[in-house]
């Protein structure tokens, strides 16, 4: 499985961006897909994840900010960024993972597939 993220650049604090991610390959294994983020000199962390069926998690810093969603027939996952604010300024990644679940995993270690980050930078 590959995955393509794009739709990154560079957004004036409360601006809006919307993140894609196409996966190709081994389309069918995957189950859940998700968006993580590591800025410089931190962790990656957690952003946005979402089932097959479209069960959604968030971090709490994005909630209400930020919307994922996914469309099954395209493969593709989308993160849907509004109020962006400089503390979102990171390299966004996208995930997907095989597991069989009722929600989707949040734990980064649990995902089996990466994209190869986008950039979204927010100036103040």
């Known amino acids: 499985v590959q995955l393509q993220a794009s739709g990154g650049g560079l957004v004036q604090a409360g601006g809006s961006l919307r993140l894609s991610c196409t996966a190709s390959g081994n389309i069918f294994s995957i189950n859940d897909m998700g968006w993580y983020r590591q800025a410089p000199g931190k962790q990656r962390e957690l952003v946005a994840v979402i089932g097959r069926g479209g069960l959604t998690d968030y971090t709490d810093s994005v909630k209400g900010r930020f919307t994922i969603s996914r469309d099954n027939a395209k493969n593709t996952v989308y993160l849907q960024m509004n109020a962006l604010k400089p503390e979102d300024t990171a390299t966004y990644y996208c995930?997907?993972?095989?597991?069989?679940?009722?929600?989707?995993?949040?734990?980064?270690?649990?995902?089996?597939?990466w994209g190869q980050g986008t950039l979204v930078t927010v100036s103040s």
């Open positions: 995930a997907a993972d095989n597991l069989v679940g009722v929600l989707p995993p949040t734990h980064d270690y649990e995902y089996d597939y």
